[in-house]
């Protein structure tokens, strides 16, 4: 990443917990992506220019971008009663200290399914837009 955006990742565990998610759909493969989450935790991102917003599958979760060099920053679900999110731990500085990655199939889930899951899985995520 080019370091236009601050990424904050609060969690419950030490960051040598946490076995990262890699996704088996063909955006997340084709960009190497693993996630990181702990729903107890919080996800903050912050960039001067709004995020890029680019949607996959059913249009349910929104990835968001790095306004300058592009690359996938988190995937997030915003939605009217809570806002979840999953960091793309490729871009922590600690990436070198969490566990293996565990492939998991997110396309085998429906609708109702996903969210659920979400909710379950993903940190609660803050996006700040500002200098
Ligand atoms: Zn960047």
Redesign the pocket.
Known sequence: ?????SIQFYSPKNITAYSPQKYDCQYCMQRCIDYLSDPLGQISLASCSPFLEEKQGFGQATFLL??????V?AVGYIGKDFSVGSLNATHLNEVDKVQRNVVVSPKALDRTEKITRWRELWSEILVVVKC
Do not use: N, Y
């Open positions: 990443m080019c370091g236009s955006v790095c306004p300058s060099c592009q690359g920053v």
